[in-house]
């Protein structure tokens, strides 16, 4: 109900006291006069007008908070280095036969689970060609995105090296081409990139040789995520030692502490692809 301007004020000067007034929907009740002039309304419908604005200011609060995590999932997944097939790639669509295969399927799910941002160490698959350490690289990735929330990236060594040329280089056709988002068009921000998101997995270490400066980044990056305890997943078809003298002691050995070894000595599964 409005409140209504009284006219006995100015008749007397002095503001009445509280009076008996009639809500339409709730009855009578003691309306109190405020500001020398108004009589204040009916305090049941006061209460309901203030609900309603609660729930309407709750109603595009979470709305907000849905865009916010809609515009967040789209970045990472444009941003998260996979295309393709390894975009389909998922812990269901992974087959697991073999005793040996549920067990490394079955590390994999867990720590796709468990991991946090501080959480350190991170896994190693590795093994023959077609075992699918990239699928299941993939498949965390796209895990950690869609279900944990969680920026993660796999990119292969290769990709790093293109990324890293790209801007040492600094062509255009080739940045653009590795442009991942804005904001990442300098070596610093692309290492910063590289360092600090929750999730990094390298993949195809050891193909191909990388120049001291690309060894010296690998450092660098693999060092910014140890001091930061990011997990780092690691994929490769070299054995432990193989790797050590693909990508230096210094790397290998912040890349190995707190790190699960998962060996994928099966068959490849692409020779079953028709
Ligand atoms: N157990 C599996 N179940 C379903 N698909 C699989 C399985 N293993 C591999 N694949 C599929 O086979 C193809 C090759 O696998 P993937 O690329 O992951 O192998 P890889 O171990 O990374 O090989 P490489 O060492 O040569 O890089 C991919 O298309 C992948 O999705
Ligand atoms: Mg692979
Ligand atoms: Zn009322």
Known sequence: MES???????????????????CATHGSYQA????????????????????????????RAREQRVAVAKARLECNLRNCGLAGRNLRASFQNFTATTPKQREVLDAVVGFAKTFTTTSGG?????GLPGTGK????????SNSIRERSLAACMHSFGQIQTMLRARWSNSKESRSFWEIEDGLETTDQLLEHLGTIPLLALDELGVGRGTDAELETLFQIVD???????PTVVL?????????????????DRLREGTRLLICDWPSHRGQIK
């Open 122 to 126: 991170g896994l190693w698959l590795l």
């Open 236 to 252: 490769s078809n070299l054995k432990p030692i193989e790797l050590k003298a693909a990508m230096g002691d210094r790397a290998y």
């Open 134 to 141: 990239t699928h299941l690289g993939a498949a965390l990735v």
């Open 4 to 22: 209504q301007i009284d006219d006995r004020v100015s008749a007397s000067g002095a503001a009445p006291g509280p009076i008996k007034r009639e």
């Open 32 to 59: 109190m006069h405020i500001f020398g002039r108004h009589w204040a309304n009916c305090p049941e419908c006061e209460r309901e007008a203030q609900e309603r604005i609660a729930a309407q200011d709750a109603e």
């Open 224 to 230: 910014r995520r140890y001091q930061l305890e990011r």
